[in-house]
């Protein structure tokens, strides 16, 4: 509204949205990013711990505490480690971008160092299994999360070719800025898959889960904690890119020179590649957080046959196993959780429909909200006398409402989705229905995620690129086009890509904490029960 239709700077004091575009920076980039970070950080500690128990379950009460513990060791040492690496960013008065984006990935590789460092001595002391193998794993998952912020530095920053050929072709216009941000933010997801499927099969295998599949499952979630084990650092060069925003909105805001600005543009450019790398990070770790879950989701299956159903025993392969020693094999064969088996066939299409299907209504969320906050800050330009010329204050408090009020009415029902889903599949499909939703949503919405994130991230330091001189500067057709690459880009990189997150981890959520009943509706659910009794 402002710098394309009513041809005024970013941040002009005379938009009535700006306020709410400043603490809307806050709201998704600071608080949503860290609550979705959070959550990935729990559920990888309580997986892991869950997953624990079970794989020393066959050494002793001693080795499950140390099991037990281990995450949660890690982790301290990770927030240690995190607040120790936060002291070592240091910059010049006059640093470039370069040198600004270096001091903070510093911070980030001296956190991650010392957790690997002082985890070493903790799988010994701890007296776990392997303990070489699962530091190994641990390892595997920080250096994966390090990488997956490398990767998405390439593509987001305005040092590089992705970002500078967005750029190029806003001297085309708006639709082949967009044309190509797709296109990258779809050549983006090949290197976050890649290490995502490296760190696996390494923490699988180092593990011990070739012999062991309990075991492997362990290391697999104990990477996860190694990846979220600097979590400090990460959320705080995360929360470095709106913080850096907002500065530049209060030097526009508060009429500062212009070199004031200049600079506080230079710092948002690092910021968007920061906050790009922080999503990154999230999706990635939400990736293995989910596997984690749906592991940990198997192995929940058996504790309520075991424990709350009283099961005696499952026929597996003709036989009467006891359900004291069955193992997560023999679930498997219990339940067929093969691709031969209609509903997990089933629950794979219903999961990747589901991450479009949920994007889709986050999307059509931002689009009608914002349509309702472009209504309103047109009417003040037409209805406000003196707005324009700077002489009346513009009504800030009612966008502010708009975008609050419309956030949360707008999110009841794919809240709603996420949670139901899981637990109708369970019962119509069982266990089988389940596994096959989540591994489908897990590897269709970390894909899609990926892809949004970096699109959006691409789009907006491409805008940034050109208002810093490139293609004609501010003003220029090509700024105009940038421009409208970056608000398409918005609801992909703040709202669509994390949500997706959110989706992945809650189902799998959801689906532990409904075993129970998944397990009572037997193998087939009721969808298998309806087939036999109609002689099917």
């Known amino acids: 509204m402002g710098k394309v239709e009513a041809n005024i700077p970013e941040d002009d004091p005379r938009n009535p949205a700006t306020i709410a575009d400043n603490v809307g920076d806050n709201v998704g980039d600071v608080a949503g990013m860290g609550a979705d970070l959070f ?245 990635g770790s939400a990736a293995l957080t989910g596997l984690a879950l749906l592991a940990a989701y198997v192995d929940q299956i058996r504790f309520s046959l075991l424990h709350l159903l009283a099961s005696n025993g499952l026929e597996v392969r003709g036989e009467l196993v006891p359900m004291a020693v069955v193992t997560i094999r023999d679930l498997i064969d219990y339940y067929d959780l093969t691709l031969l088996n209609p509903s997990l066939v089933i629950g794979l299409f219903v999961g990747a429909m589901l991450v479009f299907y949920f994007a889709a209504l986050t999307m059509s969320a931002v689009g009608r909200t914002a349509g309702l906050m472009v209504t309103e800050v047109r009417r003040q330009f037409r209805e406000i006398p003196g707005l324009m010329a700077g002489t009346a204050p513009a009504d800030y408090a009612r966008c502010v409402d708009i975008a609050t009020a419309g956030a949360q009415r707008e999110m009841i029902l794919p809240a709603l989705l996420a949670v139901i889903a899981p637990v109708l599949v369970g019962v119509f499909f069982g266990a089988a229905g389940v596994i096959g939703l989540l591994s489908g949503a897990l590897a269709n919405g970390f894909v899609m995620a990926v892809m949004m994130s970096n699109a959006g991230g691409a789009w907006d330091n491409a805008k940034k690129y050109v208002e810093g001189g490139a293609h004609g500067g501010k003003g220029s057709e090509a700024h105009k086009a940038t421009v409208v690459g970056d608000t398409v880009g918005d609801p992909f990189k703040d709202t669509a890509g994390p949500a997706l997150n959110i989706l992945i981890k809650l189902m799998s959520m959801v689906s532990v904490i409904f075993a129970a009943l998944t397990a009572s509706a037997g193998p087939a659910g009721v969808f298998g029960t309806l087939l036999r009794a109609l002689g099917l």
């Open 39 to 283: 959550e990935s950080y729990v559920g990888a500690i309580v997986s892991a711990m869950a997953l624990g128990v079970s794989a020393a379950a066959s050494l002793g009460v001693a080795a499950q505490l140390g099991y037990l513990t281990l995450p949660l060791a890690v982790a301290g040492v990770g927030a240690l480690f995190s607040v120790l690496g936060a002291f070592v960013i240091r910059t010049r008065e006059d640093a470039g971008v370069g040198e600004i984006t270096h001091a903070l990935e510093r911070g980030v590789y001296v956190a991650g160092i010392g957790t690997a460092a002082a985890a070493l001595p903790l799988v010994y002391v701890l007296g776990v299994a392997n303990p070489l193998g699962l530091w190994t794993a641990l390892l595997v998952g920080l250096i994966a999360g390090v990488l997956i912020g490398k990767t998405t530095e390439y593509y987001t920053s305005a040092d590089y070719r992705p970002v500078r050929a967005i750029a190029e072709q806003g001297l085309t216009g708006p639709a082949t800025v967009i044309i190509q941000g797709l296109a990258v933010g779809m050549e983006s997801t090949f290197p976050p898959v890649l290490i995502v499927g490296t760190a696996i099969s390494l923490s699988f295998a180092f593990s011990g889960g070739l012999n062991d599949v309990l075991q492997g499952l362990y290391g697999l979630s104990l990477a996860a904690v190694g990846m979220l084990a600097t979590l400090g650092i990460t959320l705080a060069t995360d929360a470095y890119g709106p913080i850096a925003d907002n500065a530049g909105g209060n030097a526009e805001m508060a009429g500062l020179p212009k070199e004031v600005r200049r600079r506080t543009d230079e710092l948002d450019a690092v910021g968007n590649t920061t906050a790009a790398i922080g999503k990154g990070f999230a999706i």
